[in-house]
Structure formats: structure tokens, C-alpha cells
């Protein structure tokens, strides 16, 4: 599970903003797509203080069951008028807006993998109680001097068994996928932080008349 195009232009934005010099404006992130549109602008109407957080929870149930409209956002843009964002606050805010869309989105991604892997776990247990029976099952015609029952069960058991290999793989793979998103979901909440820290000196600088 790699860094995609985006994420490494979400990591090198940040990088740009935290070490570098804020002379030129960095390209604000590009979003395509209907549904992955609106979930952007509705993050970037939050962070610009157009929405409260409130209105924003509500929007974002409605956003991710993928039926958040247009309309339902340009409401709150007309109701509310907000202090113009300069240049430089206009580059964090996009920086911060394409992570939490990211972090929004790896969220979903690790709790439906997470259900997956629940779900091997689950097979892999009822793989195992099927083995222990055959084998039991075999012990049993065993005793009873029928070789060729016996025969067939440990056959049967050879084949819960070799299932049970190639989920076990599948379930580790997968805990090791997890592994990588948490680790990346990390990194992005570090960045996020540290940009906050950034925005909040700025801010502070500002009133103080630094």
C-alpha cells in the first residue's frame, strides 16, 4: 500500500509550507469527481469558519452515504459572511483540508478491511473445529476397523487444512496492509499537527503585531 500521486503531493505541500519560505502560493489541491468534490469543499467550509462544527458533522453523515448536493452546501455559503483568507493561510488551508480528506478516507478504508479481517479470522477458527472433527471422526472408524472411512476423513481434514493455509496467508497480508495504513494515517496526522502549530503562530503573530 503505497503513497499514491496525491498523498505525495499532500506531504510535499506540507513539507513546502513548514520549511520553506512562503514567497509564491503553492497550487491549492485538485479534486475531481462529484461526490469527492463536494467532500472537500464541505472540509475547506469548515476550516474557513463558514459552517460550525455542528452543521459540519451533519454534512459529513450525508457526504459519506454519497448523497451530499451541491445545494446542500451553497445554503450555508450564503447565510454566512467570513473574513477573507490571505495568500499565505490560503495555502495551509489547502494543505490541511486535502489531509483530513485523506484521513476521512483511509478511516472508511480501515474499518471495511478491518471487518474483512475479522471476517477470515472467523473462518479460520470454523476451518480449524472442521479439522479437529475429521480428525476425531477418523480415530473413530480407526477403533472400528473401517480403514477406508478413516481414510476419507483425513482426506477431508487435508483439505479444511490447505484452506486454512491459504486464508491464513490471506489474513496476514491483510494485518500487514493495516499495518502500513496505520503508519501512513500517522504521518498524516503529524503533518496535519504540525501545520495547525503553524496556522495557530500565525494567528498569534497577527494580534500581537509581529
Known amino acids: 500500500m503505497g503513497c499514491g ?23 491549492p489541491i485538485e479534486y475531481r469527481g462529484g461526490n469527492e468534490g463536494l467532500h472537500a469543499q464541505l472540509y475547506r467550509m469548515y476550516g474557513e469558519g463558514v459552517i460550525g462544527e455542528d452543521v459540519f458533522n ?4 450525508v457526504a ?8 446542500d452546501l451553497a445554503v450555508h455559503r450564503v447565510k454566512v459572511s467570513h473574513r477573507p483568507i490571505s495568500p499565505t493561510d490560503r495555502e495551509t488551508q489547502n494543505a490541511l483540508i486535502g489531509i483530513q480528506s485523506r ?3 483511509l478511516e472508511r478504508t ?3 478491511s478491518q471487518k474483512v479481517l475479522v471476517d477470515l479470522e472467523t473462518r479460520l477458527a470454523n476451518l480449524d473445529k472442521g479439522a479437529a472433527t ?21 482426506t477431508e481434514k487435508a483439505d479444511l487444512a490447505s484452506s486454512h493455509s491459504r486464508l491464513a496467508a490471506q489474513a496476514e497480508a491483510l494485518r500487514e496492509d493495516l499495518a502500513r495504513l496505520d503508519h501512513l494515517r500517522t504521518r498524516l496526522e503529524t503533518k496535519a499537527a504540525e501545520l495547525e502549530a503553524v496556522r495557530a503562530r500565525e494567528e498569534l503573530a497577527k494580534i500581537n503585531g509581529m
Not at 459519506?64 to 445545494?71: T, Y
Not at 475429521?134 to 483425513?154: C, F, S, Y
Request: charged share 35%; hydrophobic share 35%; no cysteine.
Open 64 to 71: 459519506d452515504r454519497g448523497e451530499l448536493r451541491p445545494a
Open 110 to 112: 480501515r474499518g471495511d
Open 134 to 154: 475429521k480428525e476425531q471422526k477418523a480415530r473413530l472408524a480407526v477403533g472400528e476397523n473401517d480403514e477406508d472411512t478413516a481414510r476419507q476423513r483425513l
Open 58 to 61: 451533519a454534512l459529513r453523515v
Open 5 to 27: 500521486s496525491l498523498l505525495g503531493d499532500l506531504f510535499y505541500m506540507a513539507d513546502s509550507l513548514l520549511e520553506k519560505p512562503r514567497v509564491q502560493p503553492l497550487h
Open 103 to 105: 484521513l476521512a478516507q
